[in-house]
């Protein structure tokens, strides 16, 4: 089962994801868009203006971290990325990128569209997706 996502960083994303789910991401459109800002509305502004939604249902863009998400990351536990306006529909999502290859994992588990933080659900909803549900 082939699984496409639209990302800035495809590489990155297919190495990033475990083989034992029998899912196997494929980056089908590829373009980087600035971050437009140090908010989660500048941010999602610039992300949806590069992409046609249509055409890309799951969508993960990866942004080089800077020192201001260093800062939120020690303040807040941990914030590895941002999840699209439409949180009861994830399958958008931007992650920072920390050297962590979790950071990526976890934001691709939204991409995918997992909803925050419960595994069983996820792993589920990964099942379904290898069965060629959505
Ligand atoms: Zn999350």
């Keep these: ?10 590489r990155l994303l297919v190495e990033s994801f475990p083989t034992r789910y029998g899912i ?3 980056a089908v459109q590829v373009a980087a868009p600035d971050r437009g ?6 941010i999602w502004s610039a992300v949806y203006a590069s992409w046609d ?22 303040l807040m536990g941990g914030v590895r990325g941002e ?8 399958g958008r999502a931007v992650g920072f990128a920390f050297d962590v290859p979790g950071v990526i ?6 991409a995918l569209g997992c909803k925050e933080h419960n595994m069983d659900r996820c792993h589920e909803h990964l099942a379904r997706i290898k069965r060629g549900g959505r």
């Excluded at 080089?64 to 998400?69: F, K, L, M, R, V």
């Excluded at 999840?83 to 994830?90: A, F, Q, R, S």
């Design 1 to 10: 089962m082939t699984v496409p996502v639209c990302t800035n960083a495809p």
């Design 24 to 26: 196997k991401i494929k």
């Design 37 to 42: 800002g140090w908010g989660h509305d500048a």
């Design 53 to 74: 939604w249509q055409a890309c249902p799951r969508l993960l863009v990866v942004y080089e971290a800077t020192d201001g998400d260093r800062a939120w990351w020690v």
């Design 83 to 90: 999840v699209g306006y439409d949180l009861d529909n994830p």
């Design 105 to 110: 994992l976890h934001e691709l588990y939204h």
